[in-house]
């Protein structure tokens, strides 16, 4: 089986950038990029075309051998880890096999998620959306909570992680904005969650602590709270809010240091912290390959991992990287708000899989506009908070081509400025 063609498909309206991998025996593999990243990630998938043209496809790893050097930390992983993705749907396909079987096997029948995104095709209340007063997170906390019908963990925004912190004045020592100044969607998909750094003031502290608690308060005793803070906490910031928000018993703090789409590790940051902290550390979703995350595992710079494997590199990096972490004690839960249908059906295989230090994975964003277009994905798929694993072969999702073409009002649907020819 050979690699003909490699195709993009962009659905403006679901925020969403596909790729399709046709082969000469007419199998094919689908996937998609963060969707953060539709609006510009097409010509980096494109660019890897040539690298892939005539190669047997269910040999994954030899065709990642041929691109994994044009990745890097988010963005810049997010056409490569997706190309990954969709070898291992094509994989799945040419074998009859569901994609865990490709990878060693499932361990469990049912994944647990925690609610990033909520449920498939239930509205989703954004961490940005609303005031920044205690009773705002109470509230909105709430209604998230509702919205996930048994999800046992929820993730909140806090910090610098979300635009509310802009709503404070004198939040931190570190460059100011303008009073209520807040990041542009664009802004924000494409970088600038990281741009903010430095050290909180008490006024910045003693207000996010009483968020949190509000947080807590809403969720009540049966839900854990984990909470995304940055990054762009200095270390005695960081040790602070940890221990000030230590009683309130966070299941993990997330990305306070280095994250989302910075573009390094900072593992002996991460390490400062932990030392002068009881709670768990959690960091991962930018870092591009198993050995970005060395440093980070073997000197226990955190408790707790999270990979995205539309940024890592693939379903088999991640794989890689929590058995690794399990060898040194540290616990899993993978990144994936923004990974639409595709994320979920790849998330759901990939952690079917993982050793006994699995938490969850976060549930990737799959909205109303998303109903018709693919199939594999269902209101309800999410019970108590789990996920039941496919046994369809490859992710076991795939594109209603004819609704698509209905949606966009267009008979070619594939993105036109497709590269070939033979790289230098
Ligand atoms: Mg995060």
Not at 208 to 220: D, M, N, W
Not at 330 to 339: C, T
Not at 356 to 384: C, H, K, Q, S
Request: with cysteine; proline share 6%; aromatic share 8%.
């Amino acid at each position: 089986m050979k690699i003909t063609n490699l195709r993009c498909l962009l659905l403006p309206a679901q925020k969403a950038l596909l790729l399709r991998i046709d082969t000469d025996e007419g199998v094919y593999g689908w996937s998609q990029v963060e969707q953060n990243k539709h609006s510009y990630l097409a010509p980096q998938i494109l660019h890897c075309k040539p690298f892939l043209l005539g190669l047997d496809p269910t040999d994954v790893e030899n065709c990642m051998r041929r691109i994994r050097r044009l990745g890097a930390f988010k963005p810049w992983g997010g056409a490569v880890s997706s190309i990954e993705i969709a070898l291992w749907d094509l994989a799945g396909k040419a074998a009859g096999l569901p994609v865990y079987k490709l990878l060693g096997g499932k361990v469990r029948d049912r994944v647990r998620v925690y609610m990033g995104g909520p449920p498939p095709f239930t509205p989703h209340v954004p961490y940005s959306a609303g005031g920044d007063r205690p009773e705002d997170y109470y509230s909105r906390t709430k209604a998230r909570r509702e919205r996930g019908r048994g999800i046992g963990i929820m993730k909140t925004a806090v910090g610098f992680h979300d635009n509310r912190w802009r709503q404070v004045d004198g939040y931190h020592y570190g460059i100011a904005y303008a009073h209520g100044e807040t990041l542009s969607p664009t802004a924000r998909a494409t970088g600038g969650i990281a741009e903010v750094a430095g050290m909180v003031t008490e006024r910045g502290l003693a207000h996010t602590v009483e968020c949190v608690a509000a947080v807590r308060e809403a969720l009540g005793a049966d839900v854990a709270m984990a909470l995304d803070c940055g990054p762009g906490w200095k270390v005695p910031g960081a040790v602070e809010f940890a221990r000030r928000v230590e009683a309130l018993r966070p299941l993990w703090l997330e990305d306070l240091v280095t994250g989302d789409y910075t573009p390094y590790v900072g593992a002996d940051l991460y390490r400062a912290v932990k030392q002068q902290t009881h709670v768990n550390l959690h960091t991962g979703e930018q870092i591009y390959l198993r050995q970005n995350f060395r440093e980070l595992i073997e000197t226990r710079a955190v408790d707790v991992v999270g990979p995205d494997p539309m940024d890592v590199g693939g379903l088999a990096e991640l794989k890689w990287v929590a058995e690794f972490a399990d060898l040194h004690g540290i616990l899993m839960a993978p990144h994936g708000i923004g990974d639409g249908p595709f994320g979920l059906a790849a998330l759901v295989q990939v952690c079917a899989t993982l050793p006994d230090n699995y938490i969850a994975f976060e549930l990737p964003i799959v909205g109303e506009e998303w109903r018709g277009l693919v199939t594999g994905i269902v209101e309800g798929m999410v019970e108590d908070g789990f996920v039941r694993v496919s046994d369809a072969p490859g992710l076991g999702v795939d594109i209603v081509e004819e609704e698509v073409r209905r949606a966009l009002g267009t008979a070619e649907i594939y993105l036109g400025h497709a590269r070939t020819g033979t790289p230098a």
